[in-house]
């Protein structure tokens, strides 16, 4: 972003309080300039896009002043960021100066639990937990939320130890079965859901949780039968059933089914939003796009749910190719799980559409500056529409930047390795892919990526033999790895062992690059006549692919 560096209102409030402050003595007076300073570098680097130095900033600031409120201010701004490190040395200056802050105490068990530090979130979440005016399980229950926010693992383990000294509450067996089904435990989220309902057999939301643990594991009939009786044994049928059968329904592709469930929740209280929103998805999902686009209209005016309304508008116009109203309810998406998709989408249409590449970068800065925890994934974002416009070299940058930030975001890294593959720079994607694959080595992402780029662009392929294989141990039902795997087998000359596995990609994923390598590996064997007739049925459906021209030009040119 190239802004002019501004105060904001609150960096202007508080150092108008600061410098407001009866002056007691010199060192006091150097205080004060101490915490404007940093406030003000703080600022300067937000507008400059330099939010580690900002957050950094901030902290110092806070560090340097007796106000909560810039402790406050500094551990969410760092917590929002993701600089966990930063995040909690404010949280604890926080905490110092207000001790009786449960938001304080809050923030700080959060950030250890992001930091998979678990025993200090343990010890914040359990004061948290005995001090308040509720029952501790009501606590622990109303917690869940935060803590459900966080890696799904680490999540588990705290949950289940928080909820151990509950035993005989059904709230504090839900908390852990809610938080194991996030987790996939499937087991134990089945076994505490059951606890929960033995100990309040009349909590309908105990039950289905039950049966939703029942449908992931993989017992899906049964789910819809349990929770079918649930709403066939009560007179009065809990809506909350209905709109749980109906997930489970559509799960089941019995979106009709979902649809007749919505449809009697609606009849019996219009008002009910969130089967209004189901009912659009339904709609959407069914390709009823008229429908669709009225249901999610009369959703956003009803001011719920307003994000998901946007989104799927956005997409309808998408669909319909009216790309100025696409770009314009992407951009609308300001929060929630689609609010980077949104942004993303709305940018590429922005860049192609409507042939403004700048304006699409800008759009992307735009959204940085209004909602900071997004704003790491729009520099990410800004790395891929650089490389997708051929500007590599910016496009590093940000890679550069958002790997600094991200350090141990494994996507980032690999991100970064392909686009240096793509600005011919061989040996140092190889050695960032190493570097990832040092980093993550049991990741079948990682290891496939290092195996395929050796087996494609170098002669180490028995290295890349080994990697591959590896990766497919692990992910073996994975077109890209069974597809690198037939690949390094047709480098190393075994043709017919190279077909088989790109026989078996290419029917999971027929895509483009798959059906290149295996026309390449059918021409290898001189089996022409199979191998036109696959060049010409990938040309049908991607008649702009690079790799299909390259193939037909080295293998085929005198074919028509």
Same mark, same amino acid.
């Given at each position: 972003?190239?802004?002019?560096?501004?105060?904001?209102?609150?960096?202007?409030?508080?150092?108008?309080?600061?410098?407001?402050?009866?002056?007691?003595?010199?060192?006091?007076?150097?205080?004060?300039?101490?915490?404007?300073?940093?406030?003000?570098?703080?600022?300067?680097?937000?507008?400059?896009?330099?939010?580690?130095?900002?957050?950094?900033?901030?902290?110092?600031?806070?560090?340097?002043?007796?106000?909560?409120?810039?402790?406050?201010?500094?551990? =969410?701004?760092?917590?929002?960021?993701?600089?966990?490190?930063?995040?909690?040395?404010?949280?604890?200056?926080?905490?110092?100066?207000?001790?009786?802050?449960?938001?304080?105490?809050?923030?700080?068990?959060?950030?250890?639990?992001?930091?998979?530090?678990?025993?200090?979130?343990? =010890?914040?979440?359990?004061?948290?937990?005995?001090?308040?005016?509720?029952?501790?399980?009501?606590?622990?229950?109303?917690?869940?939320?935060?803590?459900?926010?966080?890696?799904?693992?680490?999540?588990?383990?705290?949950?289940?130890?928080?909820?151990?000294?509950?035993?005989? $509450?059904?709230?504090?067996?839900?908390?852990?079965?809610?938080?194991?089904?996030?987790?996939?435990?499937?087991?134990?989220?089945?076994?505490?859901?059951?606890?929960?309902?033995?100990?309040?057999?009349?909590?309908?939301?105990?039950?289905?949780?039950?049966?939703?643990?029942?449908?992931?594991? *993989?017992?899906?009939?049964?789910?819809?039968?349990?929770?079918?009786?649930?709403? *066939?044994?009560?007179?009065?049928?809990? @809506?909350?059933?209905?709109?749980?059968?109906?997930?489970?329904?559509?799960?089941?592709?019995?979106?009709?089914?979902?649809?007749?469930?919505?449809?009697?929740?609606?009849?019996? $209280?219009?008002?009910?939003?969130?089967?209004?929103?189901?009912?659009?998805?339904?709609?959407?999902?069914?390709?009823? /796009?008229?429908?669709?686009?009225?249901?999610?209209?009369?959703?956003?005016?009803?001011?719920?749910?307003?994000?998901?309304?946007?989104?799927?508008?956005?997409?309808?116009?998408? +669909?319909?190719?009216?790309?100025?109203?696409?770009?314009?309810?992407?951009?609308?998406?300001?929060?929630? &799980?689609?609010?980077?998709?949104?942004?993303?989408?709305?940018?590429?249409?922005?860049?192609?559409?409507?042939?403004?590449?700048?304006?699409?970068?800008?759009?992307?800065?735009?959204?940085?500056?209004?909602?900071?925890?997004?704003?790491?994934?729009?520099?990410?974002?800004?790395?891929?529409?650089?490389?997708?416009?051929?500007?590599?070299?910016?496009?590093?940058?940000?890679?550069?930047?958002?790997?600094?930030?991200?350090?141990?975001?494994?996507?980032?890294?690999? *991100?970064?390795?392909?686009?240096?593959?793509?600005?011919?720079?061989?040996?140092?994607?190889?050695?960032?892919?190493?570097?990832?694959?040092? =980093?993550?080595?049991?990741? $079948?992402?990682?290891?496939?990526?290092?195996? +395929?780029? /050796?087996?494609?662009?170098?002669?180490?392929?028995?290295?890349?033999?080994?990697?591959?294989?590896?990766?497919?141990?692990?992910?073996?039902?994975?077109?890209?790895?069974?597809?690198?795997?037939?690949?390094?087998? +047709?480098?190393?000359?075994?043709?017919?062992?190279?077909?088989?596995?790109?026989?078996?990609?290419?029917? &999971?994923?027929?895509?483009?690059?798959?059906?290149?390598?295996?026309?390449?590996?059918?021409?290898?064997?001189?089996?022409?006549?199979?191998?036109?007739?696959?060049?010409?049925?990938?040309?049908?459906?991607? @008649?702009? $692919?690079?790799?299909?021209?390259?193939?037909?030009?080295?293998?085929?040119?005198?074919?028509?």
């Amino acid at each position: 972003m190239h802004h002019i560096p501004v105060r904001s209102p609150a960096f202007t409030i508080i150092v108008a309080l600061l410098l407001a402050t009866p002056s007691f003595s010199q060192a006091a007076d150097e205080d004060v300039n101490s915490v404007a300073t940093h406030l003000l570098d703080a600022e300067i680097a937000l507008h400059a896009d330099d939010y580690l130095t900002a957050v950094s900033e901030y902290r110092k600031a806070a560090e340097s002043s007796d106000s909560a409120d810039i402790a406050r201010q500094a551990t =969410r701004l760092a917590f929002d960021f993701g600089f966990n490190d930063e995040a909690v040395l404010a949280a604890k200056r926080w905490r110092d100066l207000a001790p009786d802050s449960d938001d304080a105490l809050l923030h700080l068990a959060q950030i250890s639990l992001r930091r998979g530090e678990l025993r200090a979130a343990r =010890r914040h979440f359990t004061t948290l937990i005995e001090n308040g005016e509720q029952p501790a399980d009501e606590r622990l229950f109303t917690l869940m939320n935060f803590i459900s926010q966080e890696d799904p693992k680490l999540a588990d383990d705290l949950m289940r130890s928080l909820a151990r000294p509950y035993k005989d $509450s059904a709230l504090a067996h839900y908390a852990a079965a809610a938080v194991a089904l996030q987790a996939d435990d499937l087991e134990f989220a089945i076994e505490q859901s059951k606890i929960a309902i033995e100990l309040d057999p009349e909590w309908i939301k105990a039950k289905l949780l039950y049966a939703r643990a029942m449908l992931l594991a *993989g017992e899906g009939d049964d789910a819809i039968d349990y929770t079918a009786r649930i709403i *066939g044994d009560d007179p009065n049928p809990n @809506p909350d059933a209905r709109m749980e059968l109906a997930l489970m329904y559509i799960t089941a592709n019995r979106e009709d089914d979902a649809l007749s469930q919505v449809n009697q929740v609606l009849m019996e $209280s219009a008002k009910r939003t969130d089967a209004l929103r189901m009912m659009a998805i339904i709609n959407f999902r069914q390709n009823n /796009l008229d429908a669709a686009w009225d249901d999610f209209e009369d959703l956003l005016a009803s001011g719920d749910y307003t994000a998901d309304a946007l989104y799927y508008l956005a997409r309808i116009a998408d +669909y319909r190719s009216e790309f100025d109203r696409a770009v314009s309810l992407y951009s609308q998406v300001m929060t929630g &799980k689609n609010a980077v998709t949104s942004q993303r989408r709305a940018s590429a249409l922005m860049a192609y559409q409507q042939d403004d590449p700048d304006g699409a970068l800008q759009r992307l800065d735009d959204f940085a500056d209004k909602r900071p925890p997004f704003a790491i994934d729009m520099i990410l974002a800004k790395a891929q529409l650089l490389n997708s416009l051929d500007r590599h070299e910016e496009a590093l940058d940000n890679y550069d930047k958002a790997n600094s930030y991200r350090p141990d975001d494994e996507s980032i890294a690999l *991100g970064r390795a392909e686009l240096m593959l793509r600005m011919d720079r061989l040996e140092d994607s190889l050695a960032a892919y190493r570097e990832a694959a040092r =980093r993550w080595p049991d990741s $079948s992402m990682t290891l496939n990526a290092l195996g +395929y780029t /050796l087996a494609d662009r170098t002669d180490e392929y028995r290295e890349a033999e080994k990697l591959i294989r590896k990766a497919l141990k692990s992910d073996p039902e994975s077109a890209a790895i069974i597809d690198s795997l037939g690949w390094v087998l +047709y480098k190393r000359g075994k043709h017919e062992e190279a077909v088989e596995h790109l026989k078996i990609a290419y029917a &999971k994923f027929p895509d483009h690059e798959v059906a290149s390598h295996l026309i390449a590996v059918l021409a290898a064997l001189e089996r022409t006549d199979e191998a036109l007739e696959l060049l010409a049925e990938a040309e049908l459906k991607d @008649p702009e $692919s690079d790799l299909l021209k390259d193939v037909r030009e080295r293998l085929f040119l005198e074919t028509p």
